[in-house]
């Protein structure tokens, strides 16, 4: 059974940092394809980031971009996602998604259950 579980969200000051990690079970992040998406209150969910499976191709939502890392660590089955510089406007669900076929999108074969990232003062 494959699942994906996303850790390191929390309550951070505006301006603050947090690194999320995504790990799966049952299933290889090395030959998939995985994206952060994000839910915020009362919005639809949004893309944040996608990196391809050999960890060369990626892709960063403007909201984020120069804030937001993400990188991937084959070795470990994890995939990171930075986020710097954090603003109030970043609190959301995060999610992970993989697929072996597809780039991100809405569609991708599996998700994790999320992980809340709260900026706040």
């Known amino acids: 059974q494959v699942q994906l579980v996303e850790s390191g969200g929390g309550l951070v000051q505006p301006g603050g940092s947090l690194r999320l990690s995504c790990a799966a079970s049952?299933?290889?992040?090395?030959?998939?394809?995985i994206g952060w998406f994000r839910q915020a209150p009362g919005k639809e969910r949004e893309g944040v980031s996608c990196?391809?499976?050999?960890?060369?191709?990626?892709d960063y939502a403007e909201s984020v971009k120069g804030r937001v890392t993400i990188s991937r660590d084959n070795a470990k089955n994890i995939v990171y996602l930075q986020m710097n510089n954090l603003e109030p406007e970043d609190t959301a669900v995060y999610y992970c998604a993989a697929d072996p076929i597809r780039w991100c999108s809405g569609s991708m074969a599996y998700w994790g259950k999320g992980t809340l990232v709260t900026v706040s003062s």
């Open positions: 049952g299933f290889n992040l090395a030959y998939a394809t």
């Open positions: 990196i391809g499976r050999r960890g060369d191709t990626m």
